[in-house]
């Protein structure tokens, strides 16, 4: 007998990906997952900390989409490669700073170079017509094929019916018939495919999984770039952005605030690596300073501190001080009432 053909999905951790690796496997092809990490994907780091996201599953959506399929999984980092694409998008940005085209076309055209480096025939991804206002519309589904160098070896069996033949349909090895022509943002359609596979459990439709999809993200970023006076990142950054309460009080220096137990124990890991300052007479935040602080900035830094301990409404409240270089010291401080905070030093 020969051996079957074999396929590599993007597997995101949605639904899309889930139903598309499905749709192939049942037609008899060998299928191995692939997962980029970039370092901006929302699951697994805020729902692991906050109390809110609680009841939110703690698992890596994209290996439980791996364990339902029964099939391998590649998780491969990308994070230094993918900052080309974050900071310098040929084709733009989204409504934020998502550079969802660009990404697409990364993301396949790294996909490319591994079926070639281990010897599997074509690529599968979860993309629909319609579904995405940015890269996944029908003009720039040719584009995705064309620029990543995958061309006629990239099959999206979700929407195949509404894109010309690929390799794999032309040449037989998957049957275009049982491909599906889904088109647009609804999702009624995969939800229904997916209770005919019997998948119950997925994560919920339309949820995003990329932390620049998300405005208030992208804010943090983009004041980040400012403040340095460049486009650049490191992964500690691009972390340390999805936790806390940012305040920019000034130019020169910003606040990450923790909100609660679970964020001051994250943020506790990076105390030695900024200036940080805690309340001392009342109980309340870990509170790090980004930025060159001096003596009257982090005076000001810790009456905004003691404003969001228990000691808000206290005449006077005990900051301690770790400075990143020096010896740490305590200052007895007023804190600010929350109207003389100015909406603008919200990030």
């Avoid at 029964?70 to 310098?88: M, P, R």
């Avoid at 998008?89 to 055209?109: E, R, S, T, W």
């Avoid at 993200?217 to 992964?235: H, I, M, T």
Wanted: with cysteine.
């Amino acid at each position: 007998m020969s051996e079957p053909h074999k396929a590599v999905a993007l597997i995101s951790g949605g639904l899309d990906s889930l139903l598309a690796a499905k749709v192939i496997q049942q037609q008899g092809i060998h299928v191995e997952g692939i997962n980029f990490f970039t370092g901006f994907c929302v699951e697994g780091h805020t729902h692991a900390i906050r109390k809110k996201d609680r009841a939110k599953p703690k698992r890596n959506n994209a290996l439980w989409v791996a364990e339902q399929l029964g099939i391998k999984l590649h998780i491969v980092d990308i994070i230094e490669e993918y900052k080309d694409v974050v900071i310098n998008p040929k084709h733009g940005y989204g409504a934020n700073l998502n550079p969802c085209l660009d990404c697409k076309i990364f993301m396949v055209q790294k996909a490319k170079e591994w079926i070639e480096q281990k010897g599997f025939d074509f690529i599968i991804t979860g993309e629909v017509i319609g579904q995405r206002p940015m890269s996944q519309r029908k003009d720039t589904m040719p584009v995705i094929s064309h620029e990543s160098g995958a061309e006629a070896l990239l099959l999206r069996p979700l929407c195949a019916k509404n894109l010309e033949p690929t390799l794999p349909e032309l040449e037989g090895w998957v049957d275009r018939e049982r491909l599906y022509d889904f088109e647009g943002r609804t999702r009624k359609p995969q939800m229904a495919l997916a209770a005919e596979f019997g998948f119950e459990d997925y994560a919920q439709p339309a949820g995003g999984c990329c932390f620049l999809t998300d405005k208030q993200y992208s804010v943090k970023l983009s004041d980040l770039w400012q403040a340095r006076g460049e486009r650049r990142y490191e992964l500690d950054d691009i972390m340390l952005l999805k936790v806390g309460r940012h305040l920019r009080p000034r130019p020169n220096f910003k606040m990450i605030i923790g909100r609660e137990d679970g964020e001051n124990k994250f943020l506790h890991g990076y105390r030695k690596q900024y200036t940080h300052m805690v309340t001392t007479s009342h109980n309340g935040p870990l509170v790090l300073i980004d930025g060159e602080a001096g003596a009257e900035d982090l005076e000001l830094a810790a009456r905004i501190t003691a404003r969001f301990s228990q000691g808000r409404d206290a005449g006077q409240v005990d900051v301690e001080i770790h400075p990143r270089e020096g010896d740490v010291h305590s200052v007895q401080v007023q804190p600010m009432r929350g109207a003389e905070i100015p909406a603008d030093w919200y990030l």
